[in-house]
């Protein structure tokens, strides 16, 4: 089983040479290189030759590179999608913002393609928009070069008048259909940022909330965050040491033919042992990015 672990991924805004150029150093598992909304209207050419200059001198190691382009709406967003198409060195992946129907993904997807963008660079699609949420199926369902969401909550909130409080229980429903929609398509999800960024704690809960909402991950907007994000979406010690036990157990009633498998007093199925095996292959991928 491969995976790549998706705990932190950070934004750094293209108008900044000196975030880009920090960004190599820094413990995330990803970085979205931003031409949007961390970009003020005046920046945005910068951000683009800066971004594309980034990529091309490289030195980010293992680090997933994300370019979040402007809106096909706007007047940057083509000329983002042809300066990536162009660039000598493709990111891994972009994400695409303000989407608010399946056609809207089918529209952005195709313009990479007709720009020449390499069929390597994986497609996201941010979720931050009130018709996004309400089409989500659809949306996650749109496109085979589609592979993953990232929630907005901040514009969600913008549109919906919901307020950010501690439980975040106004998103709490957007939230679920965006991850299931993504589990229902095999996509992976990234949870929305934490905007607080002198509440330690506050962070801890919110990463611990996404990690057991589903999400794959969090988006984070300071360097500071990354460490708490990496801690809450990764098995710790004690969960791996669990997936050992089952996987082992499982395998050895199988070979005695024993039909039913107790580990700790609990009933082990097959769907245990599956999520075993994935927290097992998440802590090894984990553990190669820091070796």
Not at 132 to 158: F, Q, W, Y
Not at 178 to 203: K, P, S, T
Request: proline share 4%.
């Amino acid at each position: 089983m491969s995976i790549r672990p998706r705990r932190s991924l950070l934004y750094m805004p293209g108008s900044n040479p000196r975030a880009l150029d920090k960004a190599r150093s820094l413990p995330a598992d990803g970085l979205i290189l931003d031409m949007e909304d961390s970009v003020s209207p005046d920046a945005k050419q910068l951000a683009r030759e800066q971004i594309v200059g980034a990529l091309e001198q490289g030195g980010y190691g293992h680090r997933e590179l994300m370019v979040r382009i402007n809106a096909l709406t706007t007047e940057w967003g083509r000329d983002d999608i042809a300066a990536i198409a162009a660039s000598g060195t493709a990111p891994d992946a972009v994400l695409i913002p303000k989407i608010d129907t399946a056609a809207d993904v089918v529209e952005a997807i195709e313009a990479f393609a007709a720009a020449g963008c390499p069929d390597s660079v994986d497609m996201w699609i941010m979720a931050e928009t009130p018709r996004c949420i309400i089409n989500i199926g659809e949306v996650a369902a749109a496109h085979p070069r589609l592979k993953g969401i990232v929630m907005g909550t901040s514009d969600l909130s913008k549109d919906t008048r919901v307020r950010h409080t501690p439980d975040r229980l106004g998103f709490i429903g957007a939230l679920n259909l965006c991850v299931y929609a993504a589990r229902a398509h095999g996509l992976d999800i990234i949870d929305g940022v934490q905007l607080d960024l002198e509440n330690d704690e506050l962070l801890t809960l919110s990463c611990e909330q996404g990690r057991d909402l589903g999400f794959d991950g969090k988006s984070l907007i300071h360097p500071r965050q990354i460490a708490a994000a990496n801690a809450a979406f990764a098995p710790d010690e004690q969960a791996v040491a669990g997936a050992r036990e089952i996987i082992e157990a499982f395998e050895q009633a199988q070979a005695e033919g024993k039909g039913v498998v107790v580990v700790k007093g609990r009933l082990v199925e097959n769907l245990h042992v599956e999520e075993a095996k994935r927290n097992l292959a998440l802590a090894d991928a984990i553990a190669g990015l820091d070796s």
